[in-house]
């Protein structure tokens, strides 16, 4: 598969499960990522695709198998949690920006105190950011004053500002008002385009036809299938599959 | 066509005094019951309120005339008699001035400290020097200063002591007893379970009388801890389980997905502690820890049970003498003020908190 071609692969989810008290959440699962590779995550929902991308940047903890991310075995190990975590950026369906901070306070803190970048050169970088998802003017107010999806633009240029060699997307045009999901959706082609690795769970079959390298097709905790777009959307192999995009695209 | 102002302005809208009665104290039929019965409560308890207070008391002329009007009339000069002592309890007299002098710094820097514009590092230097000084001249013992042992403390001055001192270190005792409940470390959790279950569930007036009585059992002879202090920490770590109850409730208020994102970023335990969790926290919960804080205020009045003597206290110690006992309403009165303006300041200040913590909040 072209998956594996790029060298070694920057994700490696190997036979992972994950229990919610007697609920399997995630059955079995292994997935290997490539670096620059975009791969988006579909299936109903419950279907665990939330929770398999969360247990890469260990929000989620998973009770079997390896998870390893840049070379760095996701264990017990704080450091190795820490070490991720700068490295993968994360955007959730509820944008998830510190209310009490501003716009720019809110892209600057990490680098200044994880990255111990000087605060000079994070406002400028943060600047920067915030140019690039066109949203530089409300660099000084507070997220409860922007808009859906200008609170989404943000979110994504907070994780841009540490430089992160993933980019974790969960649902991010979920909780949008319809008018609203494009300027986000650009900003996320705008990053595929320039080279990001990206998970990005989502029910954008548009998107994920313009930009995914690769579909992936998740139901009741187990990857079912996965492909290319092209080949995912013209001839899905499993019942499951041609079941949920009979549902989501027709209509 | 012309429309004029009258027209296009909403209908209701109250003119003139008889409109605004209408709008604010007779609305509804219960809106105007409501007021009649405000209106008839007032009638019967104003005017033997001001006779006593104002029309019938005595403002000068000494014992006498208080003695006059004993039974109709309230006795001010009794405070204008008493006012030292109430003050400033058995402090020597000749250097009350001390007292006066360090209340005047403290309520210099709290008044400092309550503006946002000056929460710099340079205001917690002038804290620093501010307790410094405010102990030098409260104890004494250098030249010029003859030293006053804590036992001469009192009045309003140590109300202040007591309570200043409980709010500035209960708090972050309290944030860390906080954190500590929820933390993932077991022995640290149990142990703050513990410590705030314990403190909480007995009254003050047993700390205090363990702070006191039991405290000394357990010290080396010769060492000696001061009974001010003693008390001090009582009402501080008694504050201190409190408020982190308060607190605790703020953390619990806190939406899951701050703490993702967080994470996420890679802050790590303290960075996502001190710059996400806390501040949100604890502006959530100004309003209950004010009002923790104005209990704590009032509850150092206990500590006359092991005889020291606070504003309250002292208060009593006035009305104590014979020939001015049957005044001791009026003195309870005068303190009662005394507490009331501060509890009120304090009251006032959290809603200027709370607007502060919620601006550019708009949800």
């Known amino acids: 598969m072209s998956a594996n071609d790029a060298g070694t692969p920057i994700i490696r989810i190997d036979h992972v499960s994950k229990w919610y008290g ?9 997935l290997d990522v490539a670096r620059k590779e975009r791969i988006v995550i579909c299936g109903p929902s419950g279907s665990g695709k939330s929770t398999l991308i969360r247990c890469v940047n260990k929000l989620e903890d998973h009770q079997q198998g390896r998870i390893e991310v ?5 264990d017990e190990n704080v450091r190795n949690i820490e ?16 209310p009490h901070l501003t716009i720019l306070q809110n892209l600057t803190l990490a680098p200044i105190w994880v990255r111990k970048m000087p605060k000079k050169d994070a406002e400028a970088a943060a600047m920067a950011y915030l140019e690039r998802v066109q949203i530089a003017e409300q660099a000084g107010k507070f997220p ?15 994780s841009l500002c540490m430089t992160p060699k993933i980019m974790l997307f969960d649902e991010p045009t979920s909780a949008l008002d319809p008018e609203m999901i494009k300027e986000v959706l ?24 313009e930009i995914a390298d690769r579909v992936v097709f998740m139901d009741r905790g187990e990857i079912v299938e996965q492909a290319p777009p092209k080949d995912f959307f013209a001839n899905p192999k499993s019942e499951r599959t041609r079941l949920f995009l009979s549902q989501i695209l027709g209509h | 066509m012309t429309i004029d102002a009258a027209h296009s302005a909403p209908a209701t809208v109250p003119i003139g005094v008889s409109g605004w009665l209408r709008a604010n104290l007779f609305s509804s039929p219960l809106n105007a019951f409501l007021t009649l019965l405000g209106v008839g409560v007032l009638a019967l308890i104003m005017p033997p309120l001001v006779r006593w207070g104002v029309l019938n008391a005595a403002w000068s002329g000494g014992l006498e005339a208080c003695k006059a009007v004993q039974g109709t009339g309230a006795c001010w000069v009794f405070i204008a008699e008493k006012y030292r002592l109430m003050l400033f309890g058995l402090y020597p007299y000749e250097e009350q001035w001390r007292p006066l002098l360090m209340m005047a710094i403290l309520i210099v820097l709290l008044l400092a400290s309550m503006n946002h514009a000056f929460w710099r590092p340079r205001l917690a230097a002038a804290w620093v020097a501010g307790y410094l000084a405010m102990a030098v001249l409260m104890w004494g013992g250098v030249p010029g200063l003859p030293f006053v042992e804590t036992d001469k403390w009192g009045g309003l001055p140590l109300t202040l002591i007591l309570t200043v001192n409980a709010i500035v270190f209960s708090f972050p005792i309290a944030i860390a007893l906080a954190l500590g409940r929820r933390s993932d470390l077991p022995v640290i959790r149990t142990l703050c379970i513990l410590f705030i279950e314990v403190v909480r569930g007995v009254p ?4 205090l009388f363990v702070a006191s009585l039991m405290i000394p059992l357990f010290l080396p002879s010769g060492m000696d801890i001061n009974k001010l202090l003693r008390a001090q920490i009582g009402i501080i770590l008694f504050a201190g389980a409190y408020v982190a109850e308060v607190i605790r409730g703020g953390l619990q208020a806190l939406p899951k997905g701050q703490l993702e994102a967080a994470d996420s970023l890679g ?46 206290g002292s208060a009593r110690m006035a009305a104590n003498d014979p020939a001015w006992r049957p005044f001791y309403v009026e003195g309870l009165l005068f303190v009662a003020l005394i507490y009331f303006v501060f509890c009120y300041s304090l009251a006032r200040y959290s809603r200027y908190l709370e607007k502060l913590a919620r601006r550019g909040e708009v949800r």
């Open chain 1, 70 to 74: 840049d070379g760095v075995t996701l």
């Open chain 1, 83 to 98: 070490h991720v975590r700068r490295e993968v950026g994360m955007v959730f369906q509820q944008f998830n920006l510190f």
């Open chain 1, 186 to 209: 650009e900003v996320m082609v705008g990053l595929a385009r320039d080279g990001m690795t990206m998970l990005v769970v989502t029910h954008e079959m548009g998107f994920a036809r």
């Open chain 2, 204 to 207: 003050l007036i047993s700390v």
């Open chain 1, 144 to 158: 409860g004053q922007l808009s859906g999806g200008q609170q989404q633009r943000v979110a994504i240029a907070r």
């Open chain 1, 22 to 30: 007697a609920f399997q959440a995630l059955k079995d699962v292994t």
């Open chain 2, 267 to 312: 802050l790590g335990y303290w960075q996502k502690t001190g710059f996400i969790v806390l501040p949100q926290a604890l502006s959530l919960v100004i309003p209950p820890m004010v009002n923790s804080f104005i209990a704590t205020f009032k509850d150092t009045s206990l500590v006359i049970i092991i005889g020291l003597f606070d504003l309250f």
